[in-house]
C-alpha cells in the first residue's frame, strides 16, 4: 500500500469541502421551492424554517462522512509506519 500524494490528499480535501459548502446551499433552495412550497404548500416562514432544518441535517451528513473518511484514512496510514519509525 502506497502512502498518498499531496495531490491526492488535495483532490479529497476540496472534493469534501465542496460537498460540505455546496451541500447545504443547494439541499435549502431544493426542499423550500420544490418540497415545501410546491408539495407541501407550507407557508414561507414553516418552508424556512424546513428548509434549514434539512440543510443542517445535510451538512452533519456531510462532516460525518469527511470524519469517517479521515478516521479510517489514518488507520491506514498508522499499518504503514513501522515501530522504529515511530515519533514519541
Known amino acids: 500500500m502506497e502512502e498518498p ?13 465542496a460537498l460540505i459548502l455546496v451541500s447545504p446551499i443547494l439541499m435549502f433552495f431544493v426542499s423550500k421551492i420544490i418540497l415545501m412550497e410546491g408539495i407541501f404548500n407550507a407557508g414561507p416562514i414553516a418552508s424556512n424554517v424546513w428548509s434549514a432544518i434539512f440543510a443542517v441535517i445535510i451538512l452533519h451528513v456531510a462532516v460525518g462522512l469527511y470524519i469517517y473518511k479521515a478516521y479510517f484514512e489514518a488507520d491506514k496510514v498508522k499499518h504503514l509506519v513501522k515501530p522504529d519509525e515511530k515519533e514519541d
Request: glycine share 8%.
Open 5 to 17: 500524494t499531496s495531490y491526492s490528499v488535495f483532490k479529497t480535501i476540496l472534493g469534501y469541502s
